[in-house]
């Protein structure tokens, strides 16, 4: 049929010397599990070592924590300070200038707390790893640690962002307070 409509028949396929099958990967049996070397120190297993470290870094954290809370202490009473009582020496045109800035103290006050709250958790979490090793108060403790480091992250970039407006702001008011001058 194919030489009368003139296409060429198909060259025989090659040949290829006849191998033994493959078992298939069904019937190989599972492989022995690894014993433990002899050889090997004997010490204390991977996770043991994790939440000895985790509960070693309880003190700091709570250290750093505190120091954070008596900061932004410091910062909330000195934003109401300048909210009531205002700057000595200030002119009543500075007054609503120091007020603001009063504002601003407490809402740095509060800003600083956002990541001291899981930092503090997570300094919790890890004192109790050294009465209760489990899986389960680590895991926690790494939560709290992925949150405070979140919120740090968010909060730098935010800072940056704004540290750059008001550069960009401040470079816009100084051009035009030298070209008011002229």
Known sequence: ????????????????????????????????????????????????????????????????????FIGAGFMAVVGIGVLVFGLPGEAEDGANLMRLLGLVYLALAGIYLIPLLPLNQFASDAARLKGNPSLGIAAEALRHNRSFWKRIGIISIVSMALSAVVLVAMIIVVIIAALNRS
Request: proline share 25%; charged share 15%; aromatic share 2%.
């Open 1 to 68: 049929m194919d030489e009368t409509q003139g296409i060429p028949p198909a060259p025989p396929p090659e040949t290829e010397p006849l191998r033994p099958a493959e078992p298939a990967a069904a019937t190989m049996p599972p492989a022995p599990p690894l014993a433990p070397d002899p050889a090997a120190p004997a010490g204390p297993s991977p996770t043991e070592t994790v939440i000895a470290s985790l509960a070693g870094t309880a003190a700091w954290t709570r250290f750093i924590a505190i120091l954070g």
